[in-house]
């Protein structure tokens, strides 16, 4: 999405990602520093928007960038892999835009069209109404009619449109899905070239979608009599993305990056934090990089649309009281240990556990939230860390605080309670 300049390094932002750690670069590049200077192998471990593993990667670290979803994986393996890329022009060429087979979609974009040409958001927000009412009764339908492969290659028009993305949107994006898939089952892309254009529809799909915060938790709910003037100005606004014009920029801009970055054997695994402890061996790592969720808020829940996009099947839904969740989540989405407090202090001890496994050094990321009543509280303390640190690291745990107000605004009495998080490095050299 955008670029930033971190020390001197180039750093891309694919999409907007909760608890993407921008901010805090400085400090885990000051960390990393103090434990490896620019030489070793580092595995980020919870690689998320893959802007860490970017970071430690345009340092001359070689990066194994890890993350359980995988469309994570797919992005980071696209920022750090090596590249081979071909004719851009030529591949874009094979994106085209076509009629939509199902029926009644193209009148539905049609109308979609005419409002946003007159900046008329009425017809809009109907649909965005209509279409959350009636989900259970028509969409239902409308997929048991169909057969796999007709509802996989319209995924987003069958799941997505009305609500997150307007409808040419969603047209748009299961015709780009579904050529980048069919090139790669043809093998006419490598498997970077593969996660490249993935990851350009990842990042189109997060700056055009209708939902607060950008993310894909739940689409916007319209209430007329409150939020009006306020969503009648966002839907024009996310609806008039050309989402097949942003993605060839997307690509564009992510061949223009990777062109000017460095080969150096990185790369990308999809593996959760348990099979890593218990089966898959890596090979030699000096450093571990840990940013673990520490909410009881699931990534797969404000990821799942990309996270379904990535698949090669039509999701089950999860239904509640026999209806269809209005986040229309999938049935099978990862749930991370992390994220409940029962099983939040085996999940960290694994992280420790792996780093003896690699006798490796470890940096732990933690947020402190300065207001627990905001839904925000964590699944386990600084001080329980703490003791885990030195239950295996003894004397060799530091801390290393960042504060990301004075960073985050200029005036500091602008300063909302809740931003005032503050982030540590829990720093444990082997
Ligand atoms: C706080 S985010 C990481 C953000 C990342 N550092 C960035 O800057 O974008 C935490 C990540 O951990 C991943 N995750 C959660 N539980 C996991 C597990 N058990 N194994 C591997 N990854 C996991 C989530 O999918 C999510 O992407």
Redesign the pocket.
């Known amino acids: 999405m955008t670029l930033k300049d971190i020390d001197g390094l180039s750093i891309y932002r694919p999409v907007q990602?909760?608890?993407?750690?921008?901010r805090?670069l400085p400090a885990i590049i000051e960390a990393t520093d103090y434990l490896l200077g620019s030489n070793g192998t580092c595995l980020?471990?919870?690689?998320?928007?893959?802007?860490?593993s970017q970071t430690l990667h345009a340092k001359g670290l070689k990066v194994i960038g890890?993350?359980?979803?995988r469309f994570?994986f797919l992005i980071t393996h696209a920022l750090i892999s090596n590249h081979q890329l071909s004719n851009v022009e030529k591949l874009l060429s094979r994106f085209v835009n076509s009629d939509s087979e199902l029926h009644g979609i193209e009148k539905k974009i049609s109308a979609e069209k005419n409002a946003i040409n007159k900046k008329d958001p009425t017809v809009l927000i109907k649909q965005n109404i209509e279409t959350l009412m009636d989900w259970d009764k028509k969409r239902l339908n409308l997929i048991a009619s169909l057969n796999e492969t007709e509802k996989w290659k319209n995924t987003a028009v069958l799941l997505y449109s009305g609500t997150y993305f307007g409808f040419n949107q969603a047209k748009h994006i299961d015709l780009i899905r579904s050529k980048i898939f069919d090139l790669i089952r043809k093998k006419n892309i490598t498997l970077y070239e593969y996660s490249l254009l993935m990851t350009a529809l990842f990042s189109t799909i997060s700056q055009s979608v209708f939902s607060a915060g950008k993310h894909f938790a739940q689409p916007h709910l319209i209430k007329t009599e409150k939020n009006l003037p306020f969503i009648s100005k966002r839907i024009i606004q996310d609806r008039s993305y050309d989402v097949l014009e942003t993605f060839k920029i997307k690509v564009k801009e992510l061949v223009k990056i990777k062109s000017e970055s460095k080969n150096n054997d990185s790369y990308a695994t999809n593996?959760?934090?348990?099979s890593?402890v218990k089966n898959r061996k890596l090979e030699k790592i000096d450093l571990i990089?840990a940013?673990?969720?520490?909410t009881a808020q699931?990534?797969?829940r404000f990821?799942h649309i990309p996270e379904v996009l990535s698949e090669d099947k039509f999701p089950e839904l999860q239904l509640v009281n026999g209806k269809v969740t209005r986040g229309i989540y999938p049935v099978d989405r990862?749930k991370?240990?992390?994220?409940s407090k029962k099983t939040a202090h085996e999940?960290f001890e694994?992280i420790f556990l792996l780093s003896k496994k690699y006798d490796s050094s470890l940096i732990l990321?933690y947020s402190l939230s300065k207001n627990s009543a905001t839904g925000n509280e964590r699944m386990i303390s600084l001080d329980k860390l703490l003791d885990l640190s030195r239950k295996f690291y003894g004397k060799n745990v530091h801390l290393i605080e960042f504060a990301h107000t004075y960073r985050q605004f200029n005036n500091i009495a602008s300063v909302v309670n809740k931003k005032e998080d503050k982030e540590i490095q829990i720093v444990c050299k082997k």
């Open positions: 990602y909760l608890g993407a750690k921008i805090t980020d471990l919870f690689s998320g928007s893959s802007v860490v890890n993350d359980a979803l994570s593996e959760n934090l348990e890593l990089y940013d673990p969720p520490y699931q990534y797969s990821y990862f991370s240990k992390f994220c999940a694994d990321s």
